[in-house]
């Protein structure tokens, strides 16, 4: 079952939260810190409780997987169209849960969940070197938007 996160959810949350923490750690220790979270507890309760930054969590008797999403606008900017976007802040299963297809079934919903929003797009970012995600999304319909790249001037 999918439904709207809630407060009770917060200690499960932050256990994924660790996980993809460590994805990205492995894939770019240079950046990504070990044994965090993006978000801490008090961070959580506000994302919880703004209607434009919805999580949504996937629930087999227990929490397996989520998605954080955030409603974007952009309007009467002097380049860009007006337009209204989903962006896929972060989308996790637990690593026991991989393979059910349940991150299949959390991005339908959050897929379905903009259209009713109003939104003309999804977006999400996902860290080069993450072959597993990018081959996911791939496989969902996405594609490149626009790519950021870097020069590491320490080495």
């Known amino acids: 079952m999918i439904r709207k996160a809630t407060e009770q959810d917060i200690p499960r949350l932050i256990e994924l939260l660790h ?6 750690h492995e894939l770019r220790p240079d950046l990504f810190k070990p044994h965090t979270t993006k978000y801490d507890e008090l961070q959580l309760r506000q994302l919880l409780s703004d209607a434009l930054t ?3 969590v996937y629930e087999q008797n227990t929490v397996i997987g989520y998605a954080f ?12 169209q007006d337009r209204r976007t989903l962006y896929l802040d972060d989308l996790c299963v637990d690593e026991t849960a991989r393979g059910q297809h349940v991150g299949r ?7 379905d969940w903009a259209k009713e ?5 999804l977006t999400l970012n996902v860290w080069a070197g993450n072959k597993a995600a990018l ?4 496989g969902l319909g996405m594609f490149t938007r626009k790519t950021c790249m870097e020069v590491k001037l320490d080495e």
Do not use: I, K, W
């Not at 996980?19 to 990205?24: C, E, R």
């Not at 999403?69 to 860009?80: A, F, G, K, P, S």
């Not at 079934?105 to 897929?111: E, I, S």
């Open 19 to 24: 996980q993809v923490n460590m994805v990205h």
């Open 54 to 56: 919805p999580v949504f």
């Open 105 to 111: 079934q959390l991005f339908d919903y959050v897929h």
């Open 135 to 138: 081959a996911f999304y791939s």
């Open 69 to 80: 999403v955030r409603v974007e606008q952009t309007q009467d900017d002097r380049l860009l």
């Open 117 to 121: 929003q109003g939104c003309q797009s």
